[in-house]
């Protein structure tokens, strides 16, 4: 009985001390499978990069996000939506313009290891949430962040699914 006690705590130990095998859960993509696409959209809506930096926009604070992963003729510097952080509204690209849109509720999360915000932005024509989580110590008074921007046309119903990562800081 002692013997068996033993195999089985020793076959536990090795079990929960493997390391994952490839194309597992938690070893990323398998290989020779795509990542997911940037944009996911509905109709008509494309993500797009801002004509320049909306400074003239920007109070203070700011968070600034890029499509992941970065599009084809793109480059890392190619903003997708930037805004006021703790007040005020900001601009996204959509359909080949830069549109300004207005600061709505925020919502987020303290006391945890990874920082979850949600912020919505609302125009004439679209309504925009952006859900991104915190994703490593900040740098420089700017934190990282990765999540989703989600933008509704008012009008036509059509939905856009953005992938996006950045920064937020003074």
């Not at 990542?35 to 109070?59: C, D, F, N, Q, R």
């Not at 703790?86 to 959509?94: A, E, K, N, T």
Request: aromatic fraction near 8%.
């Amino acid at each position: 009985m002692r013997h068996l006690l033993s195999l089985f705590f020793f076959t536990c130990l090795l079990a929960c001390s493997a390391e994952p095998q490839e194309g597992s859960a938690g070893s990323g993509p398998a290989p020779g499978t795509t990542p997911s696409p940037a944009v996911v959209t509905s109709g008509k809506l494309e993500a797009g990069k801002l004509t320049a930096y909306p400074a003239e926009h920007i109070i203070d604070c700011d968070c600034r996000f890029r499509l992941d992963p970065t599009p084809a003729g793109y480059d890392e510097a190619d903003l997708f939506f930037v805004f006021n952080w703790q007040r005020g509204g900001g601009v996204i690209s959509l359909n080949g313009r830069d549109c300004l849109v207005q600061r709505g509720a925020s919502l987020g999360t303290s006391g945890t290891d990874n920082i979850y915000s949600s912020y919505l932005h609302q125009s004439d024509d679209f309504n925009v949430q952006t859900s991104v989580t915190e994703e490593g110590p900040a740098e420089h008074d700017r934190r990282s962040f990765s999540g989703k921007v989600r933008v509704t046309h008012l009008k036509t119903g059509e939905k856009l699914i953005a992938n996006v990562v950045g920064t937020c800081g003074c």
